[in-house]
Protein backbone atom coordinates (compact mmCIF):
# COMPACT_ATOMS: atom_id res chain seq x y z
CA UNK A 1 0.00 0.00 0.00
CA UNK A 2 1.37 3.38 -1.28
CA UNK A 3 1.98 5.74 1.74
CA UNK A 4 1.45 9.29 1.97
CA UNK A 5 4.96 11.43 3.40
CA UNK A 6 4.71 12.06 6.62
CA UNK A 7 6.18 15.42 6.31
CA UNK A 8 3.22 16.41 4.05
CA UNK A 9 1.01 14.59 6.69
CA UNK A 10 2.02 17.00 9.22
CA UNK A 11 2.22 20.30 7.61
CA UNK A 12 -1.16 19.58 6.31
CA UNK A 13 -2.62 18.46 9.50
CA UNK A 14 -0.98 21.12 11.09
CA UNK A 15 -2.48 24.31 8.23
CA UNK A 16 -5.86 22.38 8.91
CA UNK A 17 -5.52 23.08 12.65
CA UNK A 18 -4.84 26.61 12.06
CA UNK A 19 -7.44 27.35 9.69
CA UNK A 20 -9.37 25.72 12.33
CA UNK A 21 -8.66 28.72 14.88
CA UNK A 22 -9.19 31.60 12.36
CA UNK A 23 -12.78 30.03 11.26
CA UNK A 24 -13.97 29.25 14.65
CA UNK A 25 -12.38 33.40 16.32
CA UNK A 26 -13.88 34.52 12.96
CA UNK A 27 -16.93 32.65 11.79
CA UNK A 28 -17.82 35.62 9.58
CA UNK A 29 -15.29 35.11 7.45
CA UNK A 30 -15.67 33.06 4.50
CA UNK A 31 -12.49 33.29 3.31
CA UNK A 32 -10.81 31.61 6.33
CA UNK A 33 -13.88 28.85 6.33
CA UNK A 34 -12.99 28.10 2.77
CA UNK A 35 -9.64 27.33 3.31
CA UNK A 36 -10.58 24.87 6.46
CA UNK A 37 -12.96 23.35 4.35
CA UNK A 38 -10.21 22.94 1.72
CA UNK A 39 -7.57 21.68 3.81
CA UNK A 40 -9.85 19.05 5.85
CA UNK A 41 -10.80 18.46 1.89
CA UNK A 42 -6.89 17.68 0.83
CA UNK A 43 -6.50 15.59 4.62
CA UNK A 44 -9.33 13.16 3.50
CA UNK A 45 -7.98 12.58 0.45
CA UNK A 46 -4.07 12.15 1.44
CA UNK A 47 -5.70 9.98 3.97
CA UNK A 48 -8.30 7.97 2.70
CA UNK A 49 -11.44 9.47 4.61
CA UNK A 50 -14.81 10.01 4.00
CA UNK A 51 -15.18 12.98 6.39
CA UNK A 52 -12.19 15.84 7.65
CA UNK A 53 -12.92 14.58 11.05
CA UNK A 54 -11.91 10.91 10.49
CA UNK A 55 -8.57 12.41 8.14
CA UNK A 56 -7.54 14.14 10.94
CA UNK A 57 -7.57 11.02 13.48
CA UNK A 58 -6.03 8.78 10.96
CA UNK A 59 -3.20 11.51 10.57
CA UNK A 60 -2.36 11.94 13.63
CA UNK A 61 -2.35 7.93 14.14
CA UNK A 62 -0.11 7.41 11.25
CA UNK A 63 2.26 10.37 12.38
CA UNK A 64 2.29 9.11 16.12
CA UNK A 65 2.94 5.46 14.62
CA UNK A 66 5.54 6.25 13.04
CA UNK A 67 7.29 8.20 15.71
CA UNK A 68 7.01 5.58 17.54
CA UNK A 69 8.57 2.91 15.44
CA UNK A 70 11.33 5.78 14.69
CA UNK A 71 12.49 5.89 19.02
CA UNK A 72 12.06 1.93 18.71
CA UNK A 73 14.84 2.25 15.54
CA UNK A 74 17.23 4.41 17.29
CA UNK A 75 17.67 2.08 20.20
CA UNK A 76 15.50 4.62 22.55
CA UNK A 77 13.86 3.29 25.23
CA UNK A 78 11.53 4.53 28.04
CA UNK A 79 13.54 6.10 31.21
CA UNK A 80 13.76 3.97 33.73
CA UNK A 81 11.22 6.13 36.11
CA UNK A 82 8.41 4.83 33.58
CA UNK A 83 9.16 1.12 34.45
CA UNK A 84 6.76 0.17 36.93
CA UNK A 85 8.35 -0.68 40.08
CA UNK A 86 10.99 1.87 39.29
CA UNK A 87 11.71 5.37 41.21
CA UNK A 88 14.15 6.91 38.90
CA UNK A 89 16.82 7.13 41.61
CA UNK A 90 20.18 5.02 41.44
CA UNK A 91 20.52 2.51 44.10
CA UNK A 92 23.38 3.12 46.59
CA UNK A 93 25.50 0.36 48.37
CA UNK A 94 27.00 0.82 51.56
CA UNK A 95 30.55 1.88 51.33
CA UNK A 96 33.00 -1.35 52.69
Known amino acids: MLLPAKDEVA ?3 ELYRTWERMMLAA ?3 HGARGKFEDTGYTLCVLMGK ?7 HAAERYLSATSARRR ?16 GRLAVSPAT
Open 72 to 87: ERAGHSPPVSALPGHS
Open 50 to 56: RCAREAV
Open 27 to 29: PAD
Open 11 to 13: RLL
